[in-house]
Nanobody, 118 residues
């Protein structure tokens, strides 16, 4: 099967930075899309940023200019560099991958908590 494992969450003060990482158990090249989602308490899960196989990227308006998604297919690693963090960035962050070759499907990591607070 396919596993996505996140790391790098934690507690940070407003204005600080964190770097999240996601490692896949299968070759990342065959994931058509890799993305980061987040879910805050009482809110729906939302797309934060995504990276296509050819490294085309998308960012939610709320994180543009502050977050950077990067994808290293050779290392099977997806990263999210988060700068200038705000309290409203507090959420559980999930790694997501859409795989178009066997085993096809949509895969999620277990989530990592990011808390921005003074």
């Amino acid at each position: 099967q396919v596993q996505l494992v996140e790391s790098g969450g934690g507690l940070v003060q407003p204005g600080g930075s964190l770097r999240l990482s996601c490692t896949t158990s299968r070759d990342m090249f065959n994931f058509e899309v890799m993305a980061w989602f987040r879910q805050a308490p009482g809110k729906q899960r939302e797309l934060v940023a995504s990276s296509g196989r050819t490294a085309n990227t998308y960012y939610a308006d709320s994180v543009k200019g502050r977050f950077t998604i990067s994808r290293d297919n050779a290392k099977n690693t997806l990263a999210l560099q988060m700068n200038s963090l705000k309290p409203e960035d507090t959420a559980v962050y999930y790694c997501y991958g859409q795989r178009t070759s066997w085993p096809r499907g949509n895969y999620w990591g277990q989530g990592t908590q990011v808390t921005v607070s003074s």
